[in-house]
């Protein structure tokens, strides 16, 4: 394959881009195609960590294309944050002009709107979803008009729209011109980098370039297919990738699972495989299982094969990458959730309804564990039997073959079981 998508297949923080970032390394362009900075991926090299949040994976490599797509949502504030955290400048970045800008102002609203729901959502509170709500609403402002010379005039009609939202609320009028002055200082700096990247990813593609597609969250915080109304504000499944980035849909050779090898989830919402108590625990610690974006400790479940199945059906996946499996060692038994019970009668999938999702009690298998120490593995064959046999179960169990494995943090802790990339 030679254009690949990397999708998260349980509710986001699977590794992503810890998968994107070792499959960057036969990559030519790199390409975050939805999502803003409420996402958040944790890379390690050379025992040096970076914490990513709008930055595509592929920016810590000085000789790939970096592309954030249309299909974002971009704080440019905390984008230029970012860039000066790199610690160094040969980094090659394009942004498209059609992706959406989100400012101060969606941030407070999602804090606000947050706040004065009965049932929280979980929102990162980074402006995200108003962002965008004013896209679906065409009165937000593209990064094409952030960089003309029309910035001036359309930044004073949101503004004065967003003001009616504030004065409602209670909260402090919005001041056009310091919001004004900031950003067109901002839109100085980033003007060089802006492209028409469905352009620049189609000429790419034409001549012959490895292309890899990331994006944020997890294939049930989609819009669409995940576990509505706990859900974000795009699609993170491979099937937005064409809409999301000006390529089209045949061009797309396949898509790469990224799952850990347990289940977890930041936020409200179902998740019907949760455990709590000091198994746990141990597996939250020994996996440093805190957001990246938020610092807030993730809930922790056994893996679920019924969300796998899901995911495999709405976004189509060439190969499994598994992580994290490290962090079971230890274990006597673990589990697998291979169906769910509704109303008596046991369930293969996610039902639409969420009160129905929420009456779902999981079905289990029990597979032996084991208590070596893996961490320094370089191959499948020098896992212990009973961490083999676990990994042979996923794929007996979702039919998607095994690409990929890690016993770590650190790239050279990512074993390569099949080839992805065509050379």
């Not at 989100?102 to 108003?130: A, R, S, V, Y």
């Not at 700096?189 to 189609?202: C, E, G, H, Q, R």
Request: with cysteine; aromatic share 8%.
């Amino acid at each position: 394959m030679k254009r690949i998508v990397v999708v998260g297949t349980q509710w986001g923080d699977e590794g992503k881009g810890k998968i994107t970032d070792f499959l960057a390394q036969k990559a030519d362009v790199v390409t975050r195609y939805q999502g803003g900075n409420n996402a958040g991926h944790t890379v390690v090299i050379d025992h040096k960590k970076y914490a990513l949040h709008l930055l595509p994976s592929g920016i810590l490599n000085a000789d790939k294309v970096n592309i954030l797509a249309n299909g974002m949502v971009i704080n440019i504030e905390a984008l230029i944050a970012e860039l000066k955290n790199l610690n160094h400048t040969d980094y090659q970045l394009f942004i498209s002009d059609r992706a959406h800008v989100t400012f101060p102002f969606h941030i407070t609203l999602d804090k606000h709107e947050e706040f004065l729901k009965t049932e929280k959502i979980g929102t990162t509170n980074k402006g995200i979803g108003p962002t965008y709500k004013d896209k679906a609403s065409r009165i937000g402002i593209r990064v094409a008009t952030l960089v003309s010379n029309e910035f001036e005039s359309e930044l004073r009609k949101l503004i004065d729209e967003k003001n009616i939202d504030f004065k409602n609320y209670g909260l402090p009028l919005i001041d056009f011109d310091s919001v004004y002055k900031t950003y067109q200082a901002y839109a100085n700096i980033i003007k060089p980098l802006v492209k028409d990247t469905s352009l620049l990813l189609n000429d790419y593609i034409g001549s012959g370039k490895n292309i890899l597609f990331e994006g944020a969250q997890g294939t049930l915080l989609c819009l669409d297919h995940g576990t509505y109304p706990f859900v974000t504000s795009s699609s993170p499944t491979a099937a937005s990738v064409p809409l999301n980035t000006g390529v089209a849909p045949w061009l797309i050779d396949g898509a790469i699972g990224v799952t850990k090898a347990y289940s977890t989830r930041v936020g409200a919402g179902v998740m019907p495989t949760e455990i709590s108590g000091d198994i746990a625990q141990s597996i939250r610690i020994k996996g440093n299982e805190f957001g990246t974006t938020t610092g807030r400790p993730r809930r922790i479940g056994w893996l679920d094969c019924v969300v796998l199945n899901y995911t495999n059906r709405v976004s189509g996946l060439s190969y499994l990458a598994i992580t994290l499996l490290d962090v079971l060692s230890g274990l006597d038994t673990i589990k697998i959730c291979t169906s769910y019970t509704l109303d008596g009668k046991e369930i293969f999938t996610i039902p639409a309804h969420i009160k129905d999702y929420e009456k779902c009690v999981a079905n289990y298998i029990e597979l032996p564990g084991w208590h070596e120490d893996i961490t320094g593995v370089k191959s499948f064959d020098a896992l212990p039997v009973n961490a083999q046999n676990y990994l042979n179960k996923i794929t007996e169990l979702t039919k998607i073959p095994l690409a990929i494995f890690s016993v770590g943090p650190r790239r050279d802790q990512t074993i390569e079981v099949s080839s992805i990339f065509e050379d």
